[in-house]
């Protein structure tokens, strides 16, 4: 099924005052983990990351930037992925310490999640949230009613073994004045939501695990949207960071290594600069 994945899904209930949307994760989760060797715990939390950005992607109206990172004082020092619009992602985790126990809470500690969004035309705006012994999908269930005032519930999977990972969100839609009517056919579809198995989530097509899940309702789903893994760095950005350390700086360093060797943190791609290819920027005429 591995065929129908690395897809972010869109859908409206029809006749309900609800919307919602499904990712299913399997080469771009592979690809952000393989040059690392992160413990099974932290594997698994950076995929429901990877998920819960996805999710958190495309409840944006705007072409932009997205972050949301995970920062603590456990023995994970911080976790985070990058994505855009275009549901290009790339992420890392930064352990430091001994990983024993694979809640939040022993993963990162004390915790806060940032997500910074950064519009291509706007202001770039940032919410912090505090991650306190709850889930992930919990904390960004506070992060949706506290930054956009709706009501959201968000079901998170991860599977070191198979290496896929995967979630669902579920928003109201404030379309009309009756508040009631609107929470009730959200916690209608959540309830059936609620018996969504990860299972499902990593063997069913989309539309096959919709029909499981809300064959009783009209459900209009939207274009699929591809999610893939996108590094993004290159060797012209490196260029351009060794181009800061100044034209002395890049000498005494050829003197004493030979080469300036820069490692990818994200894709763990090695670039390497010897005085050659650093010509350009040690004489720029
Ligand atoms: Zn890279």
């Not at 958190?56 to 997205?66: C, D, M, Q, S, W």
């Not at 209608?188 to 499902?200: C, P, R, V």
């Amino acid at each position: 099924m591995a065929n129908n994945f690395d897809v972010l899904n869109r859908y409206l209930f029809e006749d309900l005052h609800a919307r919602g949307e499904l990712v299913q994760l399997d080469q771009s989760f592979k690809q952000i983990i393989q040059n690392h060797q992160y413990p099974d715990a932290v594997t698994s939390l950076l995929g429901e990351l990877l998920a819960a950005t996805c999710l958190l992607t495309a409840t944006l109206k705007f072409e932009g930037e997205i972050s949301v990172q995970l920062q603590g004082d456990g023995p994970v020092q911080y976790m985070v992925i990058n994505g855009n619009h275009l549901q290009q992602m790339r992420g890392i985790a930064n352990v430091t310490g001994n990983v024993s126990g694979n809640s939040l809470t022993e993963l990162l500690g004390k915790a806060n999640m940032v997500i910074t969004i950064s519009p291509k035309n706007g202001e770039r705006y940032q919410g912090v949230v505090a991650l306190e012994g709850e889930t992930l999908a919990q904390c960004l269930e506070h992060y949706f009613m506290s930054s956009e005032q709706l009501d959201t519930k968000i079901w998170l999977f991860s599977d070191t073994k198979k290496m896929q990972s995967g979630g669902s969100l579920l928003q109201v839609v404030p379309d009309s004045d009756d508040k009631e009517q609107q929470l009730a056919d959200f916690d209608h579809i959540a309830q059936l939501t609620n018996t969504i198995k990860a299972d499902e989530v990593f063997e069913l097509a989309a539309n096959e695990l919709l029909y499981r899940l809300y064959h009783e309702q009209r459900v209009m789903m939207f274009d699929p949207q591809p999610v893939s893994f996108v590094c993004g760095c290159s060797e012209d950005k490196c260029l351009t960071a060794i181009a800061n350390i100044g034209r002395e700086g890049i000498e005494q360093h050829l003197a004493e290594q030979g080469e300036i060797a820069i490692t990818c943190d994200f894709c763990k791609t090695q670039y390497i600069f010897d005085n050659n290819k650093l010509q350009p920027l040690l004489n720029p005429n």
